[in-house]
């Protein structure tokens, strides 16, 4: 959510903000030569990244200012049942081992074992990932598209009726809170004005939410009415100053429709921020999910988090901070690769 | 560009003054709320539930309590909370970014590369995972907050001292052996006035967002306290019956994000005003 600073309320500073990114990753791309390397080489700091971030989550839980054993099992455990968990959780070991031991884990498609549920966490929350991931991906299969239009549309018919309301809009629902926008859709569309979709996402343990399209309707819309105002900005920002730049202004002088400008060269241009953006919003989204999921009641990751924090089952909310952070960074590392690949100058830089 | 200066510049946008007024009727309901309450907010005042009433005219909570006076009371700790954040997040953050922008060499590389660290993780994950395991404490929540706002925060700066670093007037100073630290503090900071404020601005929104998130969820201001977020996850359930214990809240939030922002971005039109007038 940081990198949406640049673009939440500046209209074209946006985009100064969004392709300030490109020089640099240009230079890199030139000095170091050749395309491919730079790949390899933003990989490698990615996995970088991942490994010190596993690292903190590691740290945070030995941060318990008291042994993990007694916080889990509260103040009124007898000494045996700690002694039990200590062996269970193996904190006998040295802190090292430990860590290597969980890494290696992980690496092994083993995330650990749930505490409170005695089940291995993958299984715990393979199914609440998927889910996770259905709202996620169609949040963001309506967000992108949706965002394009409505941006280009306002860009076109700049400070007109439809412009000024648009921008009014996104100011207000880019500084609302996502629960408080899920809380008002409920109460406009479930409880209080009108009663025509569901309030709470009842999907049945094993059963997939597309199997519920009802449930699924104000948590998406939520999320799309949570992250479109901003890419909306954006598209608009990048948009406008490609109109207004001197070879499109020379293109229309020159008779090229205006339709023709907008495809062949507003709307390239214009992708090259809103792709780097999309990354980041996919991040938000992630993130945004974990409120929006705890509002509608629906079984996904995020709420899986918040039934881990309540029962202070360590071993999942561990695996779970862990997926968050690292799809972050693969979604920043996306970001960066696409933007290399789709803007010519830097794909032909090493060559 | 002093911050006096800006702040003058920005208030002749309409939208500045609409979210300065929005912000400070609710400073003032969170400041004057508890003097004004009809009621404590743990009084129980009717019936679980039940509708306004001569007594209690935004009705009873689902605990019987008097919703009017919990939304008056509920504004304290978020107010608190969020400014504090804000603040610090940004403090940290100027100094991790200043340290980076002008140090440059290796400190710049450490501090970045940690920093993207702490960036990999969405804020309110890292706030969970901490205030989870460490308990839900106002001073914790407030710091962890700050901690995920600094990596932006120094960026912004860091891009800035780079920038200003290059400037002539900055490398003359240097050339007529002015310290470093005094060239810092006199010539890179005022540049940094204007963007600060923005930073500022839009952090304090997104403190109160997550603030008010986490009291949602359970993990912010605990029961039995008034507080906006917490009231909405307790009334969420009794929607049907008695909606205002959850519309008050949600509005007050509303309300408070949607002032902070409309003043941040009126700041924000002013820079880019002045970027424009640079041929920037």
């Known amino acids: 959510m940081s990198d949406r600073s640049h673009a939440t309320g500046l209209g074209e500073e946006a985009v100064v903000a969004a392709s300030a990114a490109v020089p640099a990753a240009a230079g890199t791309v030139r000095r170091r030569g050749g395309l491919g390397w730079w790949i390899v080489r933003r990989l490698a700091a990615g996995v970088v990244v991942v490994l010190l971030v596993s690292v903190v989550v590691f740290a945070a839980t030995q941060a318990l200012p008291a042994d993990p054993a007694e916080a889990i099992l509260g103040r009124g455990a007898t000494p045996d049942r700690i002694a039990a968990l200590r062996a269970e959780l193996g904190l006998e070991r040295g802190l090292v081992q430990q860590y290597l031991d969980w890494i290696g884990g992980l690496l092994g498609a083993d995330l650990g074992r749930s505490l409170a549920a005695n089940v291995p966490v993958g299984e715990l929350i393979g199914d609440r990932l998927v889910n996770s991931l259905v709202l996620l991906g169609l949040a963001g299969m309506i967000s992108l598209p949706l965002a394009v239009l409505l941006g280009a549309l306002s860009a076109v018919r700049r400070d007109g009726i439809a412009d000024r309301l648009g921008l009014g809009i996104s100011l207000v629902l880019t500084a609302v809170p996502d629960f408080v926008i899920g809380m008002t859709l409920v109460m406009v569309f479930a409880t209080s004005v009108l009663t025509i979709l569901p309030a709470v996402a009842l999907i049945p343990a094993g059963s997939s939410p597309l199997a519920h399209p009802d449930t699924l309707v104000l948590p998406v819309a939520t999320l799309v009415l949570a992250v479109v105002p901003y890419l909306y900005r954006l598209v608009r920002a990048s948009m406008i100053d490609v109109l207004e730049s001197d070879y499109a202004q020379m293109a229309r002088m020159k008779g090229m429709p205006r339709g023709v400008v907008m495809r062949r060269h507003a709307l390239p241009n214009a992708l090259v921020p809103t792709i780097q953006a999309s990354a980041l919003v996919l991040g938000y989204l992630l993130s945004g999910t974990i409120l929006v999921e705890y509002v509608f009641r629906y079984p996904g990751l995020g709420s899986a988090l918040a039934d881990a924090i309540s029962s202070r089952d360590l071993p999942v909310i561990q695996a779970i901070t862990l997926i968050y952070a690292v799809a972050v960074v693969a979604f920043n590392l996306l970001a960066d690769v696409l933007t290399v690949l789709v803007t010519p100058k830097l794909r032909t830089a090493g060559r | ?280």
């Open chain 2, 1 to 280: 560009m002093t911050g006096l200066m800006t702040l003058r510049r920005a208030f002749a946008y309409p939208q500045t003054v609409i979210g300065a007024a929005l912000t400070g009727l609710i400073v003032l309901l969170a400041l004057l709320g508890p003097l004004l309450a009809p009621h404590t907010p743990t009084e129980f005042v009717g019936a679980p539930l039940s509708g306004p009433s001569g007594d209690a005219l935004l009705g009873a909570d689902q605990l019987g309590r008097d919703v009017l006076s919990r939304v008056l009371h509920g504004g304290r700790s978020v107010l608190w909370m969020s400014v504090a954040a804000a603040v610090l997040g940004v403090a940290i953050g100027v100094a991790l970014g200043l340290l980076a922008g002008y140090a440059r060499g290796r400190a710049d590389a450490v501090v970045m590369r940690a920093l993207d660290v702490v960036i990999a993780f969405p804020q309110l994950v890292l706030v969970l995972l901490f205030v989870s395991l460490l308990g839900a404490r106002a001073w914790l929540i407030v710091l962890l907050c700050a901690v995920a706002w600094a990596p932006g925060v120094a960026r912004v700066t860091r891009g800035i001292a780079l920038e200003v670093g290059e400037r002539e007037f900055v490398q003359a100073a240097e050339v007529l052996g002015y310290r470093r630290r005094s060239i810092v503090l006199g010539e890179i900071l005022p540049n940094l006035t204007t963007p600060l404020m923005v930073e500022l601005g839009l952090r304090l929104t997104w403190s109160i967002a997550l603030i008010a998130g986490l009291s949602f969820l359970g993990l912010g201001i605990q029961p039995p306290a008034a507080d906006w977020g917490l009231m909405v996850n307790e009334n969420r359930n009794g929607l049907t019956v008695q909606p205002w214990g959850v519309v008050a809240p949600v509005a007050c939030i509303a309300v408070f994000t949607i002032g902070t922002n409309l003043i941040a971005e009126g700041i924000a039109r002013t820079m880019a005003g002045i970027d424009r007038k640079d041929g920037g």
